[in-house]
């Protein structure tokens, strides 16, 4: 396989010289919007002190990213003009909010927001969160699939990157029940890694997957595990095209640890958020002290993860999808630009 004109340039946009993605994730919501509202004792976060954050953590923590995934609710608006230009810019079409049925979870996009529009301002990638459980409904399933096909085929048609993220979650008969975007109680393995393998196929259109780990984070351990590794391998081989790690909330130490067993399984890098910057935002409103502790611990945190990528992450362009040469622009020739589409 190789990339379309447009999917490569954004692909190369996302990563760091080396092909290595280093990306920073400040486009959640509830996990910013709930603790602000809460401080200030009101249903509704202000939205000037949500996108006062997420202004606050692009300019504290970019010099240490690849790229940035950014919302159009409060981290554009309010941040755009803060985000160097030599940075990759990833924009989240998902809405925050989902339908929850007796059957599963339903995702949906981001109302008056579309792959097009994010293209048209000069984003360089597309991103969406699905929820999905491989034993839901079937019709949930189904819905989470089209879902996913009609965003891949939006992606393929204005030529940029389509960044896919997955995550398990309880279903109505399930012990831990939850619906903050965080890793989910009593997850399995087997789950997580058919997610994986259903959403594979070339048809959804996915250049890179974002996913968690397949083992709770907390029995990751710092040294190489068998069993545990022999899942990030399965993992990575049923992705089938370069692949990320995602925190879902998991401490310093743990992220940490399931990145060094990602590495060792071929993953690319990384897209964080909380594990880099939830700490410092505990000292909300307190911009002082959350500006000193992004700068200090959020930044020696990156830095480590960075140092961990450089050293251990497979490069995305040398994945085996794009064959011995790695991914590269074709045609490289004359004839480019007659074989190369108009948005239709």
Request: charged content about 25%; overall charge negative.
């Amino acid at each position: 396989m190789q990339l379309s004109a447009g999917k490569l340039w954004g692909m190369r946009r996302m990563a760091d010289a080396g092909g290595l993605f280093k990306m920073t994730a400040v486009d959640q919501r509830p996990p910013i919007k709930g603790p602000i509202a809460r401080r200030h004792g009101v249903a509704e976060a202000p939205w000037q002190a949500v996108a006062d954050f997420k202004r606050l953590l692009i300019e504290t923590l970019q010099d240490e990213a690849s790229a940035m995934l950014l919302d159009p609710h409060f981290a554009i608006p309010r941040g755009i003009d803060a985000l160097s230009p030599a940075k990759g810019l990833i924009v989240t079409l998902e809405d925050s909010l989902f339908t929850e049925t007796p059957d599963g979870r339903l995702s949906s996009g981001i109302d008056d927001w579309s792959v097009a529009k994010i293209k048209r301002m000069g984003g360089d990638a597309v991103k969406v969160l699905a929820w999905y459980r491989p034993d839901a409904a079937a019709h949930v399933r189904a819905a989470q699939k089209d879902f996913a096909k009609r965003i891949g085929e939006d992606c393929a048609r204005y030529d940029i990157p389509f960044l896919f993220e997955l995550l398990v979650y309880p279903l109505p008969g399930d012990a831990h029940q939850s619906t903050d975007y965080i890793e989910m109680t009593g997850k399995r393995t087997d789950h997580v890694l058919q997610s994986v393998a259903d959403f594979a196929d070339p048809d959804f259109g996915i250049d890179v997957f974002k996913l968690e780990s397949p083992v709770a984070a907390r029995d990751v351990p710092e040294e190489e595990d068998a069993e545990v590794q022999a899942a990030f391998d399965e993992m990575g081989r049923l992705a089938g095209r370069p692949w990320v790690m995602l925190s879902a909330g998991a401490g310093k130490t743990e992220f940490r640890n399931i990145l060094a067993h990602a590495y060792r399984a071929g993953a690319s890098g990384y897209l964080a958020g909380r594990a880099i910057w939830l700490e410092p935002f505990g000292f909300y409103p307190d911009w002082e002290a959350m500006r000193k502790g992004l700068e200090s611990e959020s930044v020696d945190y990156m830095r480590a993860l960075n140092a961990l990528t450089d050293q251990a992450a497979t490069p995305w362009h040398r994945h085996a999808v794009y064959g011995p040469d790695g991914a590269r622009f074709s045609p490289a020739d004359k004839g480019f630009r007659h074989g190369y589409g108009d948005f239709g």
